[in-house]
């Protein structure tokens, strides 16, 4: 293709230098436009978080991939007597073409308090569920880990899916998971003490 292009030129270019630069004009011309496209597509999933304005979440953690992002969400819960009873925490992959977000991961928990509910003893993890081997899981476990730490809790404690028992694979990767975070597992109950 450039051999024609170059012998075009010899033959039809009184002055090539117009060509040369017409070329170089529409190179970037085209850069422009990729760069307009990619702003464009950041206005567009920028207007869609806008949408969690609507919700009782409120977004703590947002990482920006090619065509879309991770949320992390955290949703406070409260009993009848105003006290924090639990911190539900959310990921969501908000993708470009996309009217709404695919929760992807959900971690209840349920706050411990002393016998006088003066103060947060600790943690409980009720349910921690979700798409594994992709970091959402450690994503949501260090937000979680950020989000107490005013708290003042003395520990985190869960128990353990009876599921991920059968598959010896899923137990392993699970076991691991909770192990990577400084969690003790004593039989099918997990702990992680926050203060020493």
Known sequence: MSFIKNNLKRIYCSNCLDIMLSEKAITELNDENKKINQRNQHLLLTNQIQKFNSRSENIMYIED???????????????????????????????????YPTQVMRLNTDIIYDNSYN????????????????????????????????LNANYITGELSAVDEVDLNNKSLRDHFYQKFGFKIT??????????
């Open 65 to 99: 991939t090619k065509n879309s992002y991770f949320i992390i969400t955290v949703e406070n819960e409260y009993n009848l007597r105003g006290l924090l009873s639990n911190i539900n925490l959310y990921g969501y992959i908000l993708e470009q073409y996309k009217e």
């Open 119 to 150: 103060c947060i003893q600790g943690i409980h993890i009720i349910d921690f569920v979700g798409e594994s081997n992709k970091g959402y899981g450690s994503k949501i476990m260090n937000s979680l880990f950020d989000y107490i730490r005013p």
């Open 187 to 196: 039989g099918k109950k997990i702990r992680l003490e926050l203060k020493s």
